[in-house]
């Protein structure tokens, strides 16, 4: 069992007073060690490991002049697709020798703005956030911190930022596109807050502007699996049902698809049901989920490469665009 200590913790001129030489030595020994001869770089590891030294990340930071930080400002963790973005983001900048931190905003800008001055004081080099829906004031913060910043979740080649994600106006219509192919007509759209949330906005926006035979009806829930049982029971309460239902993430058409099964309701026979983001899980749905791919996997990796290519040259990188498909399964079906 670990007990607190009021001993004082053990520094640098602790180690070298200890292994008898300077405190660049032992500097060197922990941050350059191919630059220290095998023999005295042994006798200060020694003392380290006998003093049970432990390097304080703000010291170094000082030292090598960066802290070798990345933040990331994330709407919520309970949320598969940004726990990928997560992973994918831990070990590209793992692998580049950075650190990631990570807040969560709820979608809200200002706390969202709260969260970047807080990791900005504790050393982030850079960050990168979801969307494009921020406030000035973060704009105004990193500007003043001179520190890069990258947008996931949403691609736009000419944006104030760059960006490493999706086209989320092509997603919903290739979505749109495969039920109209199915003969479906009339279609329930389940969908997260567009208030806050900017890729569901722009999925909404771009099946209200599109030009097909499918009349969308609209309901907003909360992004989770309760959101969409919730939908479900209030799509069936109405008149005009329809014959599919397209939800803007698969948490939500996971909630969707148990609320149809408890309605006695068979899918896809008596009614689609399709998600986007393609997660893991969705395989494993019963039935398995028909779906868009965002290539979420593959985002948090890309956006790490260029958060840390542009702290190494300083060019502010160009936005990728990363590929979005239909996944078809067994959820959907043609109208008979």
Same mark, same amino acid.
């Given at each position: ?91 590209? &900048?793992? @692998?580049?020798? /950075? ?7 709820? +979608?809200?800008?200002?706390?969202? *703005?709260? !969260? $970047?001055?807080?990791?900005?004081? &504790?050393? @982030?080099?850079? /960050? ?7 406030? +000035?004031?973060?704009?105004?913060? *990193?500007? !003043? $911190? ?191």
């Amino acid at each position: 069992m670990m007990r607190n200590s009021a001993r004082k913790r053990t520094n640098l001129r602790d180690v070298a007073a200890h292994a008898g030489v300077s405190v660049a030595t032992v500097s060197r020994v922990l941050n350059t060690p191919q630059s220290v001869a095998p023999k005295t770089r042994a006798r200060v590891e020694a003392s380290i490991e006998q003093l049970r030294f432990v390097p304080s990340a703000a010291a170094r930071a000082i030292n090598r002049g960066s802290s070798g930080l990345v933040a990331a400002l994330i709407p919520t963790l309970d949320n598969a697709i940004y726990a990928r973005v997560v992973d994918g983001l831990e070990e590209g &900048l793992a @692998a580049r020798h /950075l650190a990631l931190m990570v807040a969560q905003t709820g +979608d809200d800008p200002a706390i969202e *703005l709260a !969260r $970047a001055k807080q990791l900005v004081a &504790l050393g @982030a080099e850079a /960050l990168i956030v979801v969307g494009m829906s921020h406030t +000035d004031g973060l704009y105004d913060l *990193l500007e !003043r $911190a001179q520190i890069p910043i990258v947008a996931v979740s949403h691609y736009e080649d000419s944006g104030p930022i760059p960006t490493c994600g999706y086209d989320n106006q092509r997603a919903a219509l290739q979505a749109a596109d495969h039920l109209a192919a199915l003969g479906h007509r009339r279609v329930a759209v389940l969908h997260g807050p567009t208030a806050t949330n900017d890729r569901m906005r722009r999925r909404k926006v771009a099946l209200q502007d599109a030009s097909t035979a499918i009349t969308f009806d609209y309901v907003e829930v909360p992004i989770s699996v309760e959101g969409g049982h919730t939908g479900i029971h209030r799509l069936l309460e109405q008149t005009n049902s329809p014959t599919a239902v397209l939800c803007f993430s698969d948490v939500i058409a996971l909630g969707a698809l148990n609320a149809l099964h408890s309605r006695g309701l068979r899918v896809p026979q008596d009614m689609s049901i399709m998600g986007m983001e393609d997660l893991p899980a969705a395989r494993f749905m019963h039935p398995p989920l028909t779906s868009v791919t965002l290539s979420v996997g593959d985002m948090g990796l890309h956006a790490a490469a260029a958060v840390a290519d542009w702290l190494n040259t300083g060019t502010r990188p160009a936005s990728v665009r990363l590929h979005t498909g239909v996944i078809q399964r067994d959820t959907t079906a043609r109208i008979l």
